[in-house]
């Protein structure tokens, strides 16, 4: 059931056409995001021989917005951030143990765009879109044209909510919410913040990595009225940074606006081969979120979806490069190290 996400930008980005004013507004930038192969290497003044194995005909298309290739080092073929969105010719290959649905959200699937998974919090797909294409998504494959389109089609979903008073928490996830305009997320998310037996709310998102410029005045407003206005809901939004070259002015910025409009700021990285595998890697990221405000939630052993394999390291590796932060970093600067087994109560804490 593979989902072509190719349409690219947001369903409801921005009101500028091809005439209106050249403002630089987070939808330009996903309008103008890089979405050709050849394009990407030519800004980064590589050649198809210094990359061989490159496969762009993909139906999970080649989207990196421009924010995020302006900081990728030119003329290094391995450049971290480079290797998470670079379409290889090793994700066609079936490797065993690699499926469609390795995390079990097929049989979570509630009512439209519900996951329910553990008992206390449910998990919304607000939309399918993202900023980026990250190549080792979990959700790559995920049958996004069954979840709600508009407010008014998540009306029959949210009753579901309504009928099950154990939770206590939403999260907003996809796709990525914030490809949502403000009005559209801000309404899906009220109401969800409304409900007595909800005592709080989440977002998942990868837009302040991305296009920080998502993160504008009205959405800090809107977030600061929900934490802070009569519904007094605290608001835990997981960022998504795997490499501490992600963190850089713009996110750092964007951060500490989030925080003073009342978020709380953690963030889920993926262990991942070529991109974030050393002890290195990862006590510079934990470091480098701890001192941006963010506490390192998560970090995730690759799930075991198709066209990811490459990326998959030795579960070993992980812990003992744990153990080793765990040595030297604060008890909240070091994630817990974690898997996703389909049937399990919760995440599966390895160490
Ligand atoms: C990961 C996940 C959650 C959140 O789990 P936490 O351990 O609370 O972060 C909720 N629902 C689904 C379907 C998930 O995959
Ligand atoms: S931002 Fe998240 S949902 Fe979107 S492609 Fe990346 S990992 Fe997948």
């Known amino acids: 059931m593979e989902f072509d996400r190719s349409p690219g930008p947001a369903a409801d980005a921005g009101p500028a056409g091809p005439s ?26 590589l050649s198809r021989e210094e990359l061989p194995g490159l496969d762009a005909t993909s139906s999970f298309p080649l989207l990196v917005p421009r924010e995020y290739v302006q900081r990728m ?5 391995r450049d971290p951030l480079l290797a998470q ?19 079990g959200d097929g049989p979570s699937a509630r009512l439209p765009g519900i996951l329910h998974k553990y008992q206390s919090r449910a998990l919304l797909i607000a939309t399918g879109l993202c900023a980026v294409h990250c190549r080792y998504c979990f959700r790559r494959h995920y049958p996004y044209e069954d979840s709600p389109a508009s407010l008014a089609q998540w009306d029959e979903s949210l009753r579901y909510l309504e009928e099950n008073p154990q939770i206590d928490e939403v999260i907003l996830s996809g796709g990525d919410p914030l490809s949502l305009g403000n009005a559209k997320l801000f309404g899906l998310l009220g109401r969800v913040a409304s409900l007595s037996h909800v005592s709080r709310v989440r977002i998942h998102t990868r837009f302040p990595v991305m296009i920080p410029s998502r993160i504008d005045s009205d959405f800090l407003e809107r977030l600061e009225a929900i934490a802070f206005g009569t519904e007094g809901k605290p608001v835990w939004i997981v960022l998504h940074v795997n490499h501490a070259r992600e963190i850089v002015g713009p996110l750092v910025e964007v951060c500490q606006r989030l925080r003073r409009s009342g978020a709380i700021l953690l963030n889920q990285a993926v262990l991942l081969r070529g991109v974030n595998a050393t002890f290195e890697s990862q006590r510079d990221l934990c470091k480098g979120l701890a001192d941006a405000g963010v506490v390192p939630y998560y970090l995730h052993q690759l799930d075991r979806v198709a066209g990811t394999a490459h990326f998959e390291c030795d579960e070993q590796l992980g812990e003992s490069i744990v153990a080793r932060l765990r040595a030297e970093l604060s008890g909240y600067a070091t994630p817990r190290f974690v898997r996703e087994i389909a049937g399990e109560a919760s995440k599966t804490v390895i160490l």
């Open 20 to 45: 209106a004013q050249p403002v630089a507004t987070w939808q330009t930038s996903l309008r103008q995001a890089v979405r050709s192969l050849d394009e990407l290497l030519g800004i980064l003044c």
């Open 85 to 103: 969105v670079l379409p290889r010719a090793e994700e066609n290959l079936q490797v065993d143990g690699f499926g469609l649905d390795a995390v």
């Open 73 to 77: 080092e030119v003329g290094n073929p």
